[in-house]
């Protein structure tokens, strides 16, 4: 719980955020993000990725962040994993598109 509430100002950012629809830590996995945008632009992780998720995920605890994109209308999932970055030992941040 202690966690979670040092997190509170990363929270209120991403509530904040135009493009995000929504995020949650994974539950079994507190260093883990899920991060879910509300459209499928190619622009948007490099960029959140330079505003937000390097200069200050690391320090609220966060390893690894999962980016989510809507899929088309019709289809059966509503997200699909678009991008995972994570924090190497060194503090740099790597971002892989799926």
């Given amino acids: 719980?202690?966690?979670?509430?040092?997190?509170?100002?990363?929270y209120t950012w991403l509530r904040q955020s135009p493009w995000i629809a929504g995020f949650r830590p994974v539950e079994r996995e507190p260093a883990t993000l899920d991060i879910y945008l509300n459209r499928d632009d190619?622009?948007?992780?490099?960029?959140?990725?330079?505003?937000?998720?390097?200069?200050?995920?690391?320090?609220?605890?966060?390893?690894?962040?999962?980016?989510?994109?809507?899929?088309?209308?019709?289809?059966v999932d509503r997200y699909r994993l678009e991008a995972e970055a994570t924090q190497d030992s060194d503090g740099q941040w790597r971002t892989f598109r799926k």
Avoid at 1 to 10: H, K, T, V
Wanted: overall charge positive.
């Fill in 1 to 10: 719980m202690q966690r979670e509430a040092r997190r509170a100002p990363f």
């Fill in 42 to 75: 190619f622009r948007l992780v490099p960029m959140l990725m330079h505003e937000a998720i390097a200069p200050v995920a690391g320090r609220y605890g966060f390893q690894k962040v999962r980016f989510y994109v809507p899929n088309p209308p019709g289809n």
